[in-house]
């Protein structure tokens, strides 16, 4: 069964990834990219060899099955709609939406529509998570207490730090993953929050410093540092680390540390990664839920909408200095 797909969007730094996974992927055709952007869209269309679209319902008239929403935060939701209303499977770059109300409508209305509505969300991809996951439910390392995370990255800059685009900075930017990421290996929702978040990295007028203590709801707490705290010349983007803590033993995982370390008297030092294609994973993920007719995603909507919940808890959380409880669904 070939499937096809659109792009609806150059935005979002992961996009030309996900667009490189789909020309990798056999019976998988990128039959148009919807762009506004007048320097973006004659760019992508040419270099993925595609059709370009100025207009969404131009994009959505064509023969597609699935589209992937890779635009600025605060577009999600009028293009996922407009996705889900033409009959398209939808994969949405995380956060799913800047608003609970704007997720649950969305999440609604691709239900409406039996399309799949899936949250990007790759970092589920990475072995040594899925090897960490494995570990907690078979019990070795008895019962977790708690758990120490980071994803720490440099600043994007661009639009994500115009908060009428992004939503909200590193807290909105970060959070999401590590709570997708907690949710799904400890298999328990956030119960409270608790955060302090500021601006002490760059003078963009946006959170770009976080720190975040949630407790969960089968007891476990945990705690994660979601800054933009790395500098442009350090060698990565960023990292997703864990230490979970449990009555039989700790373990320490580094999702990113799958790389060399390779120092030359030319060069000086780089880094080489050589580990999972965490986002070739998530599409082809995608596609094989499509192919298989299955009626919900593996990454659904409503895990992008439980993150989403755990991120503006965390900004509550800070402006009110007080701890914020979650609804339980």
Request: proline share 2%; net charge negative; charged share 20%.
């Amino acid at each position: 069964m070939r499937i096809k797909v659109g792009i609806v969007s150059f935005a979002h730094i992961h996009v030309v990834s996900y667009a490189e996974a789909l020309k990798r992927i056999e019976g998988v055709e990128l039959v148009g990219i919807m762009e506004e952007d007048r320097i973006r869209g004659p760019k992508y269309s040419e270099w993925f060899e595609t059709k370009l679209f100025t207009n969404i319902n131009d994009l959505l008239m064509q023969d597609l099955d699935a589209v992937i929403v890779t635009s600025e935060n605060v577009h999600h939701k009028e293009h996922v709609i407009a996705s889900a209303s033409a009959g398209k499977h939808v994969l949405c770059e995380k956060p799913i939406s800047v608003s609970i109300q704007d997720a649950q409508e969305m999440i609604d209305i691709c239900k409406a529509n039996q399309v799949l509505l899936q949250t990007a969300f790759p970092v589920r991809f990475n072995s040594s998570i899925i090897r960490a996951k494995e570990m907690i439910e078979n019990g070795q390392l008895g019962k977790i207490i708690a758990v120490k995370g980071t994803n720490r990255g440099q600043c994007p800059g661009n639009w994500f730090v115009d908060v009428n685009k992004s939503g909200g900075g590193a807290v909105l930017d970060h959070t999401v993953h590590v709570t997708d990421i907690l949710r799904w290996i400890l298999g328990a929702e956030v119960k409270t929050v608790y955060a302090e978040v500021d601006n002490v990295f760059t003078n963009n007028l946006i959170d770009d410093s976080g720190i975040l203590t949630m407790q969960f709801a089968n007891g476990v707490f945990a705690s994660l540092d979601c800054s933009w705290s790395r500098n442009a010349t350090y060698p990565i983007w960023g990292d997703i680390t864990l230490e979970i803590i449990g009555s039989k033993g700790t373990l320490s995982v580094d999702a990113f540390n799958q790389k060399l370390n390779v120092y030359t008297n030319k060069s000086g030092y780089n880094h080489s990664f050589w580990g999972d294609d965490m986002d070739e994973q998530l599409l082809r993920d995608f596609i094989n839920s499509i192919q298989a007719g299955k009626e919900e995603a593996s990454i659904t909507g409503e895990d992008g909408l439980r993150a989403l919940e755990v991120a503006l808890a965390a900004y509550e959380s800070s402006n009110d200095k007080a701890v914020i409880t979650l609804k339980f669904h």
